[in-house]
């Protein structure tokens, strides 16, 4: 059934477990293109340019993520991530891992402490910011 997109989408993943990265794109391309709201699809595009190198490619494509599903938890987890290991920002890194752990329910302790640090980096911004400095 070419013209659906799960089939598109479970290649991709096949093709990614066996390293064939440039199937895998055009793969979940083409899942993407077949149905824009399959937010699986973006996400893991998403995680295919990160671990090319290109985090703000990698950005664009968890936010298509979201804009089809804002409630796709893997894609608040990898926009966390990217945001707190690739593209400084500790605000959104928080907002996501904190959407990530609600639409999860988890009670990880290990998400709690980085929800508590990525609070604390982000305390002085938000002084100075009511400050005025």
Do not use: K
């Amino acid at each position: 059934h070419e013209q659906l997109a799960g089939p598109w989408l479970n290649l991709g993943i096949a093709y990614t477990r066996s390293g064939a990265g440039d199937r895998a794109r055009n793969a979940f391309e083409t899942a993407a293109a077949r149905n824009p709201q399959q937010a699986e699809a973006w996400n893991q595009l998403g995680m295919l340019h990160r671990r090319s190198g290109r985090p703000g490619q990698a950005a664009t494509m968890y936010r298509r993520a979201i804009e089809a599903d804002p409630e796709h938890a893997d894609t608040h987890w990898n926009l966390a991530v990217l945001y707190d290991r690739y593209l400084p920002d500790n605000a959104a890194a928080h907002h996501h891992l904190l959407r990530y752990q609600q639409l999860t329910g988890s009670d990880d302790p290990e998400i709690s402490r980085w929800l508590t640090e990525l609070h604390q980096r982000n305390a002085p911004n938000m002084t100075a910011g009511a400050t005025g400095q």
